[in-house]
Structure formats: structure tokens, C-alpha cells
């Protein structure tokens, strides 16, 4: 069946980094585009950004511009999230999840991400 | 910035029905923002029951139902199921890089 794995959440300190990935298993992930989506208790679900199946573009959300990199190794079945200048707001647990038609289709467990000195 | 609205709790009684709606500040939805309803429970990840305004996956039992109703998108649930207690939250897609959340509506079975 299809499985989504997050991990490399953590505690980082603000201006910090991290790298999130996600392994992919039971379709074919080279077939799928892929996002990552974060939800916090206060500010609820956010969609973070989104990758083609080839790699080749990515979009996304205007507060995490300029600062996260989303990309992609098929051969390894695993999405990657780099998480650069980090901020108290980024706290959140990221999820990844396949896409379909503009939404979500399976999603992964999530990964605990907090910022905080 | 676009803002998703939702009703933020509504109660249902086992086997009845229940609709939650899912509104826009920008103006009506259609079917071009490819509605989305996700499920909620605690403690769990989200799991999409409705993408694309009407459609289901697999998993989606038959009482789920997603249309557009007026100016919003709708969830219908007809014959309510002690499972089905859990957040629902409506995903709104303006364009590549606006796919806006509403902030949930905590369904009660009751």
C-alpha cells in the first residue's frame, strides 16, 4: 500500500536549518507530483509548496519563498524539503502528501518541526 | 490573501445528515478552485475524503458527498457515523502558489 515517510524534524535554534525528507513507497513516485504541508494549532493547515514529477518546477507559499528548497530524487523514491532561516513561525508539523487534481491524495504522518531558542 | 471560511463546529445526530460549507472572501467558489475536504481526527495526519469538487477516493465511504452550493463549496454527509466525529477542513486552489486552508469545522456526532 501506498506509505509516505517524513523525517528529520527536530528543535533548531531561529536562523537555523533543517532538511525534511520524505520516503516514498507502494506507487509509482516518479509518476506523482508531491507537496509539503504544515499545520500548527494556532494558525491550522498551510500548504508549504509543491514539485512536479519530474523535478523540474516548484511553487511556493509566499512566507516560505526565498528560504525553502523542495526537490526530489526518483531513483531514491524521496521528496526533500530544505528549510533554510528558520523562524518561530515555521513551528509546525510538515506533512508530504501525492497530488491529485489540485488537492492531496495519501499523506504521510508528519514531522515535528520547532523553532525556538 | 485569500480567506477560507468555514462554520467552526456543527452537531449531527447518528444517521441523520449534515452539511458543511466552505466560502471564499474573494467571491463564489466554482469549480476551478478544485474544492477539497479533508478529515481530521485527533492525533492522526489529515485524510482527503473529497478532491476536485465531487470526487472520492477509495477510502471515501458513500455517505460523503462534496457540491457546490450557491456561492460555496458543500460537504454532505448523509446517515452520520459515531467514526465520522473528527475536524473537517475545505481546501480552496486560487492558482499554483494559493491553495488556501479554511480553519476547520469540528463535527460532532451526537
Known amino acids: 500500500q501506498v506509505q509516505l515517510v517524513e523525517s528529520g524534524g527536530g528543535v533548531v535554534q531561529p536562523g537555523g536549518s533543517l532538511r525534511l525528507s520524505c520516503a516514498a513507497s507502494g506507487f509509482p513516485f516518479s509518476t506523482y507530483h508531491m507537496h509539503w504541508v504544515r499545520q500548527t494549532p494556532g494558525t491550522g493547515l498551510e500548504w508549504v509548496a509543491f514539485?512536479?514529477?519530474?523535478?523540474?518546477?516548484?511553487y511556493y507559499a509566499d512566507s516560505v519563498r526565498g528560504r525553502f528548497t523542495l526537490s526530489r530524487d526518483n531513483s531514491r523514491n524521496t521528496l526533500y524539503l530544505q528549510m533554510n532561516s528558520l523562524r518561530n513561525d515555521d513551528t509546525a508539523v510538515y506533512y508530504c502528501?501525492?497530488?491529485?487534481?489540485?488537492?492531496?491524495?495519501?499523506w504521510g504522518r508528519g514531522t515535528l518541526v520547532t523553532v525556538s531558542s | 490573501q485569500a480567506v477560507v471560511t468555514q462554520e467552526p463546529s456543527l452537531t449531527v445526530s447518528p444517521g441523520g445528515t449534515v452539511t458543511l460549507t466552505c466560502g471564499s472572501s474573494?467571491?463564489?467558489?466554482?469549480?476551478?478552485?478544485?474544492p477539497s475536504w479533508l478529515q481530521q481526527k485527533p492525533g492522526q495526519a489529515p485524510r482527503t475524503v473529497i478532491y476536485?469538487?465531487?470526487k472520492k477516493h477509495s477510502w471515501t465511504p458513500a455517505r460523503f458527498s462534496g457540491s457546490l452550493l450557491g456561492d460555496k463549496a458543500a460537504l454532505t454527509l448523509s446517515g452520520a457515523q459515531p467514526e465520522d466525529e473528527a475536524d473537517y477542513y475545505c481546501?480552496?486552489?486560487?492558482?499554483?502558489?494559493?491553495?488556501?486552508f479554511g480553519g476547520g469545522t469540528r463535527l460532532t456526532v451526537l
Open positions: 502528501a501525492q497530488d491529485i487534481m489540485w488537492g492531496f491524495e495519501n
Open positions: 514539485i512536479r514529477d519530474n523535478g523540474k518546477t516548484q
Open positions: 481546501l480552496l486552489s486560487y492558482d499554483v502558489t494559493r491553495r488556501v
Open positions: 474573494t467571491g463564489t467558489v466554482t469549480g476551478r478552485h478544485f
Open positions: 476536485d469538487t465531487n
